[in-house]
């Protein structure tokens, strides 16, 4: 494995242990300071509206500013947005909201200097393994992660630590998560890893290949949403704790890990429409399964799915990504940054009329139905990702070898 590759994948390995934390905990503390799922909702909305505003960003500092230092602050940046989460007095929609922005700004730093590092520094016969190992970590950190954190807030709540405040408790998380995100902008910083030469990367016509993939990516979107803010919504309402939250996530988490691992060092490119079905079978199956149910029982089986669906869905989605972008920049002979950034967008679009329709199932329906509903129609539309994806590696393939 190139030294690149390895320093990279230790940075990701140090960070995913930060990951959970926002992605679960931090919608479970504002379900529990506010009690109302639209603004978990307007969280995420302002979360994914940063994100591509950061990308652009990204896109013009990249120019000047070393990738590995614009990598390390979107980290670094992270424990910041929850450090002034937590200091808010009152969750207000503008106080979230400005921390939501915040949070948004630090992914879209960190997930637009991750994707060009990955691709620069892999191809397309190791990509596999490459997202299997990543991903890997990721899922033992889903398991890992949740269950120590989960445990730590309930025994917390139930022994009455921290005089039975429990934002005291978020805010020790806060400060360890912080303590983590430095540690992984010090190694990343351990490789000279090279910004890209052509520096413009605003462009607004594309090839017919990569308009089918922001489709593929709008499609993406539309669950992306719902994966980060109905687990803790469904938890913190049928459940009951975050301990139960954490538990779930495990559960699910130890065979997704060894699974992972597997497909990553057996599996071949040919391989990747298989797991990419299979993993939006699981998630249809548990959304039906929570619509149908919609109890406790059936709250648990969707987040078992959930924890199985994204991983498998991820390592087969980000080698396709990359391998349309290997192919379409060199047939546009552009930087390819352009693509990750206006990938971005494709997944805004989705994500953006996903949380849509959740908020407006919410406010002009009911709660229920939002929870109960919502989930199946994302996960039946997921479907028509299959052909599409198929065709779209069938396409790339053969625009690689004419």
């Not at 139960?244 to 065979?255: D, E, F, K, M, Y």
Request: with cysteine; hydrophobic share 50%.
């Amino acid at each position: 494995m190139p030294r690149e590759m390895r320093v990279l994948l230790v940075t990701n390995m140090i960070y995913a242990f930060v990951l959970p934390v926002i992605e679960i905990f931090v919608g479970a503390y504002i379900m529990r300071s506010s009690n109302d799922p639209k603004i978990v909702a307007v969280y995420q909305l302002t979360v994914y509206t940063g994100i591509p505003i950061t990308f652009l960003l990204n896109g013009f500092l990249l120019s000047r500013i070393k990738i590995s230092t614009l990598y390390s602050f979107g980290m670094l940046l992270s424990g910041l947005s929850m450090l002034v989460m937590m200091s808010l007095q009152n969750l207000s929609v503008a106080g979230v909201g400005i921390a939501g922005i915040l949070m948004g700004c630090s992914f879209g730093f960190f997930w637009s200097n991750r994707d060009l590092l990955a691709l620069n520094t892999t191809n397309d016969s190791n990509r596999n393994y490459y997202y299997g190992l990543e991903t890997f970590f990721y899922t033992i950190t889903f398991i890992l992660v949740p269950v120590v954190v989960g445990a730590f807030l309930a025994t917390a709540d139930s022994r009455r630590w921290f005089g039975g405040n429990m934002s005291s408790g978020y805010q020790m998380v806060t400060i360890v998560v912080f303590l983590l995100t430095i540690l992984s902008s010090v190694v990343i910083h351990k490789e000279k890893f090279k910004n890209p030469e052509e520096k413009k990367f605003l462009y607004f016509k594309f090839h017919t290949l990569w308009r089918k993939m922001l489709t593929l990516a709008g499609l993406k979107g539309l669950a992306q949403g719902y994966l980060v803010t109905a687990p803790a919504i469904l938890i913190m309402r049928m459940v009951g704790n975050e301990g139960s939250l954490g538990l779930a996530q495990g559960v699910s988490g130890v065979i997704t890990a060894l699974m992972l691992y597997l497909l990553g060092r057996t599996t071949k490119p040919e391989h990747r429409i298989y797991i990419f079905s299979a993993g939006l079978a699981i998630f249809l199956l548990g959304t039906l399964v929570n619509g149908i149910l919609f109890s406790a029982f059936g709250v648990m089986v969707f987040v078992l799915c959930k924890v199985l669906f994204q991983p498998l869905h991820d390592i087969a989605y980000f080698p396709i990504q990359m391998q349309v972008i290997d192919v379409v920049s060199k047939i546009e002979k552009r930087n390819k940054f352009t693509y990750i950034f206006n990938h971005e967008f494709g997944l805004y679009v989705g994500r953006f009329l996903g949380l849509g329709l959740f908020i407006a199932f919410a406010t002009y329906i009911s709660e229920s139905f939002a929870l109960k509903y919502s989930l199946i129609v994302i996960a039946v539309v997921q479907l028509a990702s299959i052909p599409l994806a198929r065709h779209i590696v069938r396409e790339s393939y053969k625009l690689q070898t004419s």
